[in-house]
């Protein structure tokens, strides 16, 4: 899959994909796919000039790859349809569509532009909409699961040891310990690269979730960096 992505982006300069395999799955030495979404450049420069309105739906993958494709497009002042993004997930629920409408504002539509969007899921939009409403009324950053999440994975993270590799890009390499579990099994320490600036860990965990893992927290404290106030991979390295 990445062979053909890096393909697809030397025919077309300025495509931007993301590719996210399970974290900790192998199989013959490989990682197991679990997400893709990709834009082409053309696209984001033609919705520049459409009127700030898309459509999104999917569809379900049948036969061999099972799946879901979810795509976002638009039309132009011709009425001619312009694909803007698509994307491979593994389900359609509220996590897919949130981790791929997040990247469609982040690479096609821009962080400043107001857009309309066009979708058979109101019901899924206006419920996260009153919970986000609710959470800003009480003054709360999280919803109560992931605060809990964010807690134990600071919890752990102190149990983690951190190397400095690269101070430009906040690259680091953190080493989880091992030990014995309940069970007496033997788990050895294993070594993690994160990469600050890019909100990234060889766990998989924070690109598939968007969410910090305990590497990346215990690397952002080494460099003074405090999640209590950012949530988002907005890391500045200097």
């Given at each position: 899959?990445l062979a ?5 982006r ?13 974290p ?10 679990f ?7 053309q ?5 520049r ?5 898309f ?6 993958l ?17 009425n ?14 509220k996590?897919?569509?949130g981790?791929?409408l ?13 857009v309309?969007v ?17 959470l ?10 992931p ?16 190397r ?10 953190v ?7 309940s ?15 890019n909100?990234s860990?060889?766990c ?10 305990s ?19 907005r890391?500045?390295?200097?």
């Amino acid at each position: 899959m990445l062979a053909l992505f890096n393909a697809m982006r030397a025919a077309n300069p300025g495509m931007h994909y993301e590719y996210i395999p399970k974290p900790d799955e192998w199989r013959n030495g490989r990682q197991i796919f679990f997400r893709a979404c990709w834009c082409f450049s053309q696209s984001v420069e033609a919705f520049r000039h459409c009127r700030p309105v898309f459509s999104i739906d999917g569809t379900f993958l049948l036969v061999k790859y099972m799946g879901t494709l979810l795509i976002a497009i638009a039309c132009d002042a011709n009425n001619s349809l312009v694909p803007l993004a698509f994307a491979f997930v593994e389900r359609e629920n509220k996590d897919s569509w949130g981790w791929f409408l997040r990247l469609v504002r982040r690479h096609v539509v821009g962080p400043s532009r107001e857009v309309c969007v066009i979708s058979e899921h109101e019901a899924m939009f206006n419920s996260k909409h009153e919970a986000a409403v609710k959470l800003q009324n009480k003054g709360d950053l999280l919803p109560s699961k992931p605060n809990e999440h964010l807690n134990d994975a600071k919890g752990f993270a102190h149990t983690h040891e951190v190397r400095l590799f690269d101070i430009s890009t906040g690259k680091y390499e953190v080493t989880k310990r091992g030990g014995t579990t309940s069970d007496g099994e033997v788990r050895p320490p294993r070594k993690y690269v994160v990469l600050l600036s890019n909100f990234s860990c060889t766990c998989g965990r924070p690109r598939q979730y968007h969410f910090p893992c305990s590497h990346y927290i215990a690397a952002a404290r080494n460099r003074n960096f405090f999640l209590h106030e950012e949530h988002t991979p907005r890391v500045h390295c200097r």
